[in-house]
């Protein structure tokens, strides 16, 4: 935090700029609080900087003290600037009314409802008693129902409602805990549902689906112990085998179902309340996380939430309830058919969600921004994201320093936003894949919607390599200098970004699918990175990928091209004797038919789980490869697993071992997962050697496997080397958005721009 000192000696009067993330949060009634209780004049109010204070008096050195020692909860300052005024008439401390202007500020996450509310969501006492739209000052909405700052409410979705006399005493109250509290609403004056929370317990108990509008968008939720209803909402919702998160009561309730450790516990009771990766139990209904041995789980984060544990409680007087175990469990589910955006506004829940849910209920508040749950996983001892939006989006990234502004347009799949200003980037929430129309839209109108709340005008844009994702083409359309970034080499950007690296390092890329620079299906690629630019030193051995991009979803073809690559035909009938298809793509692989090939991890797993047996065909990304780390226990090396040629690393002798069928599925996981720590470990430390740098970033969609993340990590720092992890944003296309702005920043900023290419 910058914080420039006041003078020695106290002046009667100082002007103060604080900047971060300080509307929203509670800071004026703060700042008014304590100027009231050290007896300063002045004012505090929210401007497009932040917010702006003047204070006058004796005790001016003890107010900023306690300025940056002691912020509201949900503050996060980033600087606090003083300059001496003259000395003015005053006798009082004043809130002014917002001034608007060019926004320097932005716009904090979603919060949790905070305990002080849920105590009054329990209290008969309380004129907030069961009402699912109590909140305050610590908690509750912001990002999804505020549509420009400063923040006000007549700036926010809760603009039609007016204050009733009871909540706008309450707003006015310094000593109130909703003081200027700009969601305040209460039973006789804010939101309405349109079914009680007793009416959904009553359609669960009945085996029924539940389509609840929340704080970012609507869930589909049903009864997490029954079987019927979690195959019925599968059916339904499109979704064969992709696992569901799940929403237990409170952390007794979840140690019934999962094993979970002191870390997770923090991460999964954080203010931001994501869905937390843990070890399953397994005494849920199996088509929750159908051969998986991990289960999302999450808290309840709205009072709505809380309020249908309540009725399924019985709906207790006492609050005695609230950490005492539950047996209900619910599977809550983004609302929407696969591949869809998240439902957030009434009609199109009317209009989408009535063939899959049996109860659609609705409330009357607008969702401005629709936002997905985030996930998130303990990856070697610290948090990571699988995915990115609710509780942590907008929150910006801090850059290693200022620069133009960029907007990236990020990846076709797990597409994301990146614009920055100054010295800091703003990811977007989680948006989807862009195949859908639907989701084609909220891609876009998430751009926008960046771009007004930072009332920025990018100067440059940056997209993906590839012609024809979506995202390319959006980029090639807003007339601004492009830079298309190579996919893998945006990957490691990002992961270096996040953690202000500038210097030259290495990075080993693992994923699916990026277009290589001469139009070549890479995924396994190890690269060294200067600024701006990127040169691949090696990777992975290609593999024959029979049928190109069909190949992802029918890994019986990997498993024919890893046969090929072998020189085993003879093995094809035996391996995929109920794939009819197969055994004639290799007969015709054997008559000289030339597949295209890929240096793909993504693929290789797919390999290796054809012919394991595991997996023929796949319902979702990357299912083969999650179930065959949902198998290991511990990784272990194989004599020779692998072999170096000229840079490149090529598995055969561990596939060829594989397709032997000599092991068991968990032996050949264990055994899979060993041998690509130890290659590629090998692998990066040979170029670390060469090129003279031990810092090495590890992304790509591969790394959210959590073995393979913590081997690499474990093995690389062994060696010496320092191993960077994604924190921030997930690894995957997630967060390629932020590798592709911090490239073409760097480009910006080099004297290249020649090099970016004119869009008109």
Known sequence: MAYADAAQTAPQRLRVRVRGAVQGVGFRPFVHDLATRLRLDGFVKNDAAGVLLEVQGERVNAFLDALSRRPPPLARVEAIEVEELPSRESSSFVILDSVSGASETRIIPDAAVCDDCLDELFDPASRFHLYPFVTCTHCGPRYTLTRRLPYDRAQTSMAPFAMCRDCARDYREPANR???????????????????????????????????????????????????????????????????????????????????????????????????????????AEAVAPRLNRLGVMLPYAPLHHLIFHAAAGAPTTKSWLAAPQELVLVATSANLGGDALVKDNDEAQARLAAIADLIVTHDREIVTRLDDSVMSVVAGAPAFLRRARGFTPEPIELAADGPSVIAAGAHLKATITVTRGREAFVSQHVGDL??????????????????????????????????????????????????????????????????????????????????DAGQSWGGELMRLDSASWRRLGGLAPLPAPGGDRAAREPWRMGVGALAKLGRFDASERLFALEPRAIETARLIGQGYAPPVTSSMGRLFDAAAALLGLSTRQHYEAQAAMEMEALVVTPRAMEVAFRHLDGELDFSPLLGVLAEGRLSSREGAEL????????????????????????????????????????????????????????KLPPSDGGLSLGQAAMARALAQSGNSQDFVPCV
């Open 435 to 516: 195949s859908n129309a639907a989701t084609a839209r909220f891609y876009r109108e998430t751009a926008q919607r960046l771009i007004e709340l930072l009332d920025v005008k990018p100067e440059f844009v940056a997209c993906d390599l590839h012609p024809d994702y979506y995202s390319t083409r959006w980029a090639e359309e807003q007339g601004l200098p492009l830079m298309r970034v190579q996919h893998h080499a945006a990957h490691l950007a990002a992961i270096l970004a996040e953690h202000r690296v500038e210097g030259s390092a290495l990075g080993l890329a693992l994923d699916g699918h990026g277009l290589g």
């Open 672 to 727: 899979f997962h060993g041998a690509l720590i130890e290659g590629l470990s090998q692998l990066v430390v040979r170029a670390a050697t060469a090129q003279g740098l031990d810092r090495v970033a590890l992304g790509g969609g591969c790394m959210l496997n959590r073995i393979l993340a913590e081997g690499l990590t474990e093995r690389l720092q062994g060696l010496g080397l320092r191993p960077l992890l994604a924190r």
């Open 178 to 284: 909703r003081f200027h509290a700009e969601p305040i609403c209460c039973p006789q004056c804010g939101p309405k549902l349109s079914a009680s929370p007793a009416d959904i317990v009553m359609a669960l108990r009945a085996g029924k689906i539940v389509a609840t509008k929340g704080v970012g968008g609507f869930h589909l939720i049903c009864d997490a112990r029954n079987r019927a209803a979690v195959e019925k909402l599968r059916r339904r919702k499109a979704r064969d085998a992709k696992p569901f998160a799940v929403m237990a009561a409170n952390v007794s309730s979840v140690a019934s179902i999962a094993r979970a450790t002191d870390q997770e516990l923090d991460l999964l009771q954080g203010v931001a309340r994501p869905i937390v990766l843990m070890q399953s139990r397994g005494v849920l």
